[in-house]
């Protein structure tokens, strides 16, 4: 199992590198065995987020929008409102970090400050160019999930998807 960085240039240019460097990689280096890891559910979880994360930056790069942006963006977009206290939280971020995120956002006209219910209180929401965003950013994701399990059956997808929100849920 080799994890390597996004490789962002055009499809067939990167088909053609990367099965040139397997043929090299396979005839100079022996397979590792990754003993006790290969049954860890933590380790396979990890190698599974690093797959995620390459196959993400492939089909989102040239929007500059990462994964953190893409997941804000659609809780603003299906929690219309949210407050910044309550996105951070859904995220599993800190408010401080969630400011660069949300800025990013604003500043590409995507996400607008709304006030809330006292001063001190603001509301997020998207804007008409937020909404055209996220719709094709939707696309994307779909085709990104589409590219992650290829290799399931719909059934094996469904349990993958069962199991994995029991472990975040836990």
Do not use: C
């Not at 690093?50 to 942006?69: E, H, I, K």
């Not at 206290?85 to 995120?101: D, K, P, T, W």
């Not at 006209?109 to 939707?138: F, M």
Request: charged share 25%; hydrophobic share 45%.
């Amino acid at each position: 199992m080799s994890i390597r960085k996004p490789d962002l240039r055009p499809a067939p240019a990167r088909e053609q590198a990367g099965a040139a460097a397997r043929t090299r990689m396979s005839s100079q280096r022996p397979p590792i065995d990754h003993g006790a890891l290969k049954h860890s559910i933590g380790y396979l979880i990890h190698l599974a987020d690093l797959a995620n994360m390459q196959s993400f930056g492939r089909l989102f790069g040239d929007s500059g929008v990462t994964a953190a942006r893409y997941t804000a963006l659609e809780l603003i977009g299906s929690n219309p409102g949210i407050k910044p206290a309550a996105l951070a939280a859904a995220m599993a971020v800190e408010r401080s970090n969630l400011v660069a995120i949300v800025r990013f956002l604003a500043q590409r006209d995507w996400v607008r400050t709304t006030a809330g219910p006292n001063r001190r209180e603001k509301s997020l929401e998207l804007t008409a160019a937020g909404e055209v965003t996220l719709a094709d950013l939707r696309g994307r994701l779909a085709s990104h999930d589409r590219e992650l399990s290829a290799k399931l059956s719909q059934a094996d997808r469904d349990a993958l998807v069962l199991l994995l929100g029991r472990i975040v849920r836990a």
